[in-house]
């Protein structure tokens, strides 16, 4: 029994469901991670307070970073996996037939999201390493803000800019297909999704994208 449910995920179906499922996961973080990181904008007393404050639970957000780590692996190794499947099972007529009924935000979701880990590799090794590192609680506004790890490095801010718009394109396609994916389908609910989903595809990359831009544009409202 357990042989076969664990089998099944081999599957292309299965697949799909991890996808689905990792996928939505990864959502919810997003929010409850905007939400910290629009504290920003309240100066960097209350976000240095933040910060200060999750170190405070720092073996309860290992364990959730690690989680998150399972998550964003399962999800982008299955989502391969299937990229490569489909490229494969592949023919002419299908491609034709692909190219007129797909859109842009599902026929790029390789490319979004290929782009969208090489951010997060960035991010990691730049940001949220040296945040490990910092003892002076009061200097986390200001690494993320201004220093060569952060906004004050014009390559980085470009390329989170550049990412949060992906991240929208994503998520235009992947929130509701996910969705669909899970058999979570009716004409009542559809209308209900499709407002929900401009949440998650548009407010929240525009929330992440007006982060960088305002310090790493504007530099903080300073021009």
Known sequence: MVNKSISIFNTTIGKKLLVASTGLMVCLFLV????NNLIIFTGPENFNQLVAALEKIKPLIRIM????????????YNSLLLTIESRRS???SYIKLSSSSSTIYSRTMFFSGSILFIFIVTHLSTIWFNFQNIDD???YYYLVTESVYGFGN???????????????????????????TLGVQN??????????????????PLGFFSIAFWFGILDGGKL
């Open 65 to 76: 970073e690690i989680l998150l780590v399972i998550i964003f692996f399962t999800h982008i």
């Open 32 to 35: 409850f991670h905007l939400i």
């Open 187 to 204: 004409s009542k609910f559809d209308k209900i999704l499709n407002v929900v989903s401009i949440f998650f595809w548009f407010i929240i």
């Open 137 to 139: 609680h009061d200097k």
């Open 90 to 92: 592949r023919n002419d």
């Open 154 to 180: 014009i390559f980085i801010t470009i390329l989170y800019l550049l990412s949060m718009i992906l991240l929208g394109f994503h998520l235009r396609h992947g929130f509701q297909s996910a969705f669909k």
